[in-house]
Every structure is written in C-alpha cells, then in structure tokens.
C-alpha cells in the first residue's frame, strides 16, 4: 500500500537535545511538508520541499531543520532552539504536475514531549 | 491575502441527527477548498475537495459540502451523524499566488451523543 509513515509516534526529548523525526514516503511525490500542531491553532507550515536537494523555510521554521537527500524521505530535526518544540509534528506529500497539485497526503503524526 | 475562519470551534449533535461545520474564506485567487479530518493521535485524512467543477461536492463517509462563492462559504454537512463521526475537522483553503499556498483553519470538535 502507497503511504506516509512517520516514526517514531511518541518522542521524549530532554531540554537542550536535538531530535530527529523521520517521514518516509512512498507514493512517488515530490513535494514533502512538515507542519507543527498545537491545540486550537491549526496547522502551521515549518518547513517544505518541492524537489530533491531544495527546501524552503516556512512560516514558523527558527529552531528546525530539514534535508531532502532522496525523494521518499525528508526528516525534520528539532534543535535545542526551538524554545517550545512540545507539540503533534504531521508530515505531509504531494504531486507537483498535474491537476492535483493542491491535495496534500498525510502521515500519522508524532508527539514530541520535552521533558 | 488568503484566510479560512471556522465558525465554530465544538459542535455536538446526537447520534442520528443531522451535521453542520461552517467554514468561510477569503481568497485573491480561484481557490481549491478542503476538508479534512481528524481523529485523536491520528493524520489528516482528506474527506472531500472542491475545484470548480461542481458547486456540490460528495466525500467520502456520507459527508459533502456546498460551495457559495456570494457568501465565500464552503460549509460541510451530513444527513446523519454516527459516533465514528466524532473528531476534529478541518477546512482548508489554497490557491497559487506564486507557490501553492495553503492555509488551514483551526478546526472544529465534533461530538457525537448517543
């Protein structure tokens, strides 16, 4: 079956630790989001991809980090910066040809705790 | 500027009884619209989009939602609601002002009483 995973779905992380959160997907698109959800606020992009080896900040990006070495996988690191990184981290992909360039798929999700 | 307001942050309906989530946006350019939902821990999973073909879009679990560009509303709805319906619900607005630009709303609880 064609999907996003994301692991791992729980991460506990001590003040001051870097983490990395993995996305892996395998429907062939080339567009990959990361976004950060917090109760009542939405989703907030933190950062995209439109192609392999580029990305680009998005609205809430200081204190994150991403690569995009391969088309399937773009991991999102949250560093020791980011002031308040507790939140639901979701993982998104999409086409970027063709009529359907807007729908974005979405992966399960982590929680990331800081401690 | 692009923006989505849903109106409603918690609705509860009874089981069996009929669902209503409101959704208005405001966009510069020919929209797509969204909604999405949400179940507790869980992704988003896509329940219906509109382009612009038709003005009455059907999603999948009974759901669908009208689309009225005089009143920039894009309101989601269903016959009857069952308790697998209970979740938090999203609309979604994009359009391409140079890149494809997304905005969510903040969401809406649903509670469904038996």
């Known amino acids: 079956d064609g999907g996003i995973t994301q692991s791992p779905k729980y991460l506990f992380r001590k003040e001051g630790q870097n983490v990395t959160l993995s996305c892996e997907q395998n429907?062939?698109?080339?567009?990959m989001y990361w976004y950060r959800q917090d109760p009542g606020q939405g989703l907030r992009l933190i950062y995209y991809s439109q192609i392999v080896n580029d990305f680009q900040k998005g609205d809430i990006a200081e204190g994150y980090s991403v690569s995009r070495e391969k088309k399937e996988s773009f991991p999102l690191t949250v560093t020791s910066a980011q002031k308040n990184p507790t939140a639901f981290y979701l993982c998104?992909?999409?086409?970027?040809?063709?009529?359907?360039?807007?729908?974005?798929?979405f992966g399960p999700g982590t929680r990331l705790t800081v401690l | 500027a692009q923006s989505v307001t849903q109106l409603d942050s918690h609705v509860s309906v009874s089981e069996g009884t009929p669902v209503l989530l409101r959704c208005n946006y405001s966009?510069?350019?020919?929209?797509?619209l969204f909604w999405y939902v949400q179940h507790p821990n869980k992704g988003l999973q896509l329940l219906l989009k509109y382009t612009s073909a038709a003005t009455l879009v059907k999603g999948i679990n009974g759901f669908e939602a009208e689309f009225k560009k005089s009143e920039t509303s894009f309101h989601l709805t269903k016959p009857s609601a069952h308790m697998s319906d209970a979740a938090e619900y999203f609309c979604?607005?994009?359009?391409?002002?140079?890149?494809?630009?997304?905005?969510f709303g903040t969401g809406t609880k649903l509670q469904v009483i038996p």
């Open positions: 429907l062939n698109h080339d567009a």
């Open positions: 966009s510069s350019y020919s929209p797509s």
């Open positions: 979604v607005v994009t359009s391409e002002e140079g890149y494809q630009k997304v905005t």
């Open positions: 998104a992909s999409s086409i970027r040809r063709g009529p359907d360039t807007d729908t974005q798929y």
